[in-house]
C-alpha cells in the first residue's frame, strides 16, 4: 500500500502528471482523512493553490481512492505513524518528512524532473 501526502495530491494540477496511474503500478493507493482535510481548506481559498487543491480533490473523487481514518494532530507525524504500524510506503515530496520516513525505514516515492517517480 502507497500512502499519499497532501503534496502529492497537487502534482496533477501543478505538472500535469496522473499521480493515480503512475504509482498504482507499484500497489495499491490511499490517503489519510487528514489529508483530505488539508485539501478541502487550501481549496476554500482563491488562487494557485486552492484550484491545485480543486483538482486533487475531484481526482480522489474519480479515481475513488482509498480513505482512511487515522487519528493525529500534526498530518506529517500521522503519516509516519501510519506507515510504521501499517508497513506501508508513502509518496511525498516533502523533504522533511522523507527524511523523518527514511529515517524509520519506510519506503518513499517521489516526483523526478516534474514526469515520473522514483522509489527511495
Given at each position: 500500500?502507497?500512502?499519499?501526502?497532501?503534496?502529492?495530491?497537487?502534482?496533477?494540477?501543478?505538472?500535469?502528471?496522473?499521480?493515480?496511474?503512475?504509482l498504482?503500478?507499484y500497489?495499491?493507493?490511499?490517503?489519510l482523512?487528514?489529508?483530505?482535510?488539508?485539501?478541502?481548506?487550501?481549496?476554500?481559498?482563491?488562487?494557485?493553490?486552492?484550484?491545485?487543491?480543486?483538482?486533487g480533490?475531484e481526482?480522489i473523487?474519480?479515481?475513488?481512492?482509498?480513505?482512511?481514518?487515522?487519528?493525529?494532530?500534526?498530518?506529517?507525524?500521522?503519516?509516519?505513524?501510519?506507515?510504521?504500524?501499517?508497513?506501508?510506503?508513502?509518496?511525498?515530496?516533502?523533504?522533511?518528512?522523507?527524511?523523518?520516513?527514511?529515517?524509520?525505514?519506510?519506503?518513499?516515492?517521489?516526483?523526478r524532473?516534474?514526469?515520473?517517480?522514483?522509489?527511495?
Open positions: 500500500m502507497i500512502l499519499l501526502d497532501t503534496n502529492i495530491i497537487l502534482i496533477p494540477a501543478q505538472f500535469k502528471v496522473d499521480v493515480f496511474e503512475e498504482k503500478k500497489d495499491k493507493l490511499c490517503i482523512s487528514q489529508s483530505i482535510g488539508e485539501l478541502e481548506r487550501l481549496s476554500a481559498g482563491k488562487g494557485k493553490k486552492a484550484r491545485e487543491a480543486r483538482v480533490l481526482l473523487r474519480i479515481k475513488k481512492s482509498n480513505i482512511i481514518e487515522y487519528s493525529g494532530q500534526n498530518t506529517d507525524k500521522t503519516i509516519l505513524n501510519y506507515a510504521i504500524e501499517h508497513k506501508c510506503k508513502v509518496a511525498t515530496n516533502d523533504k522533511k518528512l522523507i527524511k523523518l520516513l527514511k529515517d524509520n525505514n519506510i519506503i518513499v516515492f517521489r516526483l524532473q516534474r514526469k515520473y517517480f522514483v522509489e527511495e
